[in-house]
């Protein structure tokens, strides 16, 4: 079944630690996406990708890092993990729909998320 | 400068009132408009989406939204409401990435509490 998929779905780590969120669909989808939710706020895009080797930074800046070696995997890196990290990562990935005017819209799909806590 | 606001941070109904939560939107062109549901620990789910032609659209689970371009509104009802339909709403709007692709600008959300 095409899925979208995110793990860890919880992570409580120290200050200082590497982490990798992963995200992996099975859509078939070129572009993917990763935003950030902080609770009772609305989601922030903080990476993007149009395919393979194409990463690109969102509107809100993010000292996380993304990286696309294979259409269906994007995962998330944080070098060193501080407090103010602490946060819920969505992923999303999208593939086109028709839209208005023979224009096509790429509608996107969300995982489940992982919720993050630095200590 | 693109924006969404939905109004209420909070809203809380009795099973089987009716519901409406609102959505504001800033967008230079005709948007795209979106509205996700989010359930506690989970991922967004797209209940119905707006892209042209009738302005009143379906979704599921029963619901419904109108767009309203003289309002700049995309207000979500639902006739009646069930004790499963708690969770966070979230409006959006289909914006612009360079190269032409999508990116979704989302409101606040609206956190939907269901009294029986």
């Known amino acids: 079944e095409a899925d979208i998929y995110q793990t860890p779905r919880y992570l409580v780590i120290g200050t200082g630690k590497k982490i990798t969120l992963e995200c992996s669909q099975t859509?078939?989808?070129?572009?993917m996406y990763w935003y950030q939710q902080d609770p009772g706020m609305e989601l922030h895009l903080i990476h993007y990708s149009y395919g393979v080797n194409s990463t690109e930074k969102g509107d809100l800046s993010s000292e996380s890092t993304v990286s696309r070696i294979r259409t269906e995997h994007f995962p998330l890196t944080l070098e060193s993990a501080r407090p103010s990290h602490t946060s819920q990562y969505l992923c999303?990935?999208?593939?086109?729909?028709?839209?208005?005017?023979?224009?096509?819209?790429?509608?996107?799909?969300f995982g489940p998320g992982t919720r993050l806590t630095v200590l | 400068a693109q924006s969404v606001t939905q109004p209420d941070i909070h809203i809380t109904v009795s099973e089987g009132a009716s519901l409406e939560l609102r959505c504001n939107y800033s967008?230079?062109?005709?948007?795209?408009l979106f509205w996700y549901v989010q359930s506690p620990g989970q991922g967004l789910q797209l209940l119905l989406k707006?892209?042209?032609?009738?302005?009143l659209v379906q979704g599921i689970k029963g619901f419904e939204a109108e767009f309203k371009r003289s309002q700049s509104s995309f207000n979500l009802r639902k006739p009646s409401v069930h004790w499963s339909d708690a969770a966070e709403y979230f409006c959006a709007v289909g914006g612009l990435l360079s190269g032409g692709y999508n990116k979704l600008i989302f409101g606040a959300g609206t956190r939907l509490a269901v009294h029986p």
């Open positions: 967008y230079g062109a005709t948007p795209y």
């Open positions: 859509m078939g989808h070129d572009k």
């Open positions: 999303a990935s999208s593939g086109w729909t028709s839209g208005r005017a023979g224009v096509s819209y790429n509608e996107q799909f």
């Open positions: 707006y892209f042209s032609g009738d302005t």
